[in-house]
């Protein structure tokens, strides 16, 4: 396959955006419907291998059959020919944002960034399970975090509820996520993803698994055998959030919730209306589980105020085109919603003072486009372990290292100027980019009054994507460097 091809009569591959041991996956054109899409092609070499050839037809179908914002959506299957030999290929939704493998490289998340991301992971495996299917390879990598929320990805080995869990004696799936009574063979059932769900959450909140386990060997001996270790103490997370965590790494699968009874607690905790976490979940078990108990009313209504601002970190920050290889060496999850093209903007980002470990800084935000912003949220990564202290012309919080400003309307060919101090430690390094309402904008960076037009310098931080760029750590106001990099490696101590 080459740049410009047209596959299915309608799909011009325009660029590889990932490749592994199986498939490589292109951004494509559909130029029937005019949008971009995501375009899964089968190695040629590969392709005459039927047990392959009716995995992808398997993932295809899985994900066709299921509609919910939360499932990576598919649009269609084919053949092309390549060589003289038919190449079957899957074709999705494009998606942008980052893996949670990526997200997870400097350890824990916020706690209310994880039980987000858990409730609307959970969420979807109650909409697969609510239609029969069971994804088997719930993991970090097949999680994205996009613009819009979570996107559950990659049913390649799913399968339908009560069939064989093996497959001529071959048991698929990660050894890190297998749930112990995969091991014994037997059926298939939804058990199993709400195992992986558990050691997802408890990875997420922890920062590593629930056992030290670096081979292949001892980990399938962790799971059959040893109770997993009590998650580490999180400050002010809610109790119930650490009692689902044990409840779903329960040995036995009768012993674990249902994936909608999960969502419902963690949806409750993160404060979004259980109508929205269980949309398209529509089964009578799904619809019970909805009802959050008499007893957390209380804490709904009290969380309920702390999900706006976590919505809001993990809608807008630092996200970018992801692409690139799973670390299993599968094929790339590169699959959602193009930005939006409007409004265009332009941040000027002005360090005024960078002294003591005190930096303060001016923002101007510009509506260049045509089209005004009735509310405007301005979002970006603030590197090297700098702290919001302050924040003036708009609300501004900050979640990890994502930093979100709202405000009023913003008109066309309009500006708005706003500012804030932070806290930093050894040096004060420049953001990568920025987003306005989702929209990636054009930046022009300022230090002492010597303007760096952003983006053409490095990376400021190890977990940016690979995608963005940020500028030279900034200098103090005396003219001065400042010595070192930022790290980049965030706040977690755990490992991956």
Known sequence: MEIGRLIGDRYRLDDRIGAGGMSVVWRAHDEVLGRDVAVKVLSPDLAADPELL????????????????????????????????????????????????????????????????????????????AHGIVHRDVKPANVMVTASGVKLVDFGISATVGEADMSEGQLLGTPAYLAPERMDG???????????????????????????????????????????????????????????????LAKRPGDRPTAAAAAATLGAVAGLPPASILLAAASAQATAAAEAPTKRDLKRRRTSVLAGGVAAALAFGSLATWAGTRPD???????????????????????????????????????????????????????????????????????????????????????????????????TSLPAEFLLNGTRCQSVLSVQGQNTPAPPVRAATRSAPKATTAAQPAKTDKGGDNKGKGSGKGNGKGKD
């Open 54 to 129: 009716r995995r992808l037809h398997v993932e295809a179908r899985a994900a066709a059959g299921l509609r919910h914002p939360h499932v990576v959506e598919v649009y269609d299957y084919g053949e092309a020919t390549d060589g003289g030999h038919p190449v079957p290929y899957v074709v999705m939704e494009l998606v942008t944002g980052r893996s949670l493998t990526d997200l997870l490289t400097g350890g824990a998340l916020p706690w209310r960034l994880a039980v987000l991301i858990g409730a609307q992971v959970a969420a979807a495996l109650a909409s697969a399970h």
């Open 329 to 427: 060496g599968d094929a790339p999850q590169a699959m959602a919603v193009p930005q939006p093209s409007t409004p265009a903007c332009t941040i000027d980002y002005a360090v005024r003072s960078a002294v003591g470990g005190r930096t303060s800084t001016a923002v101007t935000i510009r509506n260049t486009g045509s089209v005004p912003v009735d509310a405007w949220q301005l979002s970006f990564t603030l590197p090297d372990r700098q702290r919001l202290v302050r924040g003036w012309s708009g609300h501004w919080r900050q979640a990890g290292m994502s930093v979100l400003a709202r405000g009023g309307s913003l008109p066309a060919r309009g500006s708005v100027a706003t500012g804030f101090d932070a806290a930093y430690r050894d040096v």
């Open 186 to 248: 037997g059926h298939v059932r939804p058990a199993t993803d709400v195992y992986a769900l558990g050691l997802l959450l408890y990875l997420t909140l922890a920062g590593h698994l629930p056992w030290e386990a670096p081979t292949t060997t001892q980990m399938i001996k962790a799971h059959r055998y040893l109770e997993p270790a009590s998650l580490p103490h999180v400050p002010d997370l809610p109790p119930e959030v650490a009692e689902l965590c044990r409840e779903c």
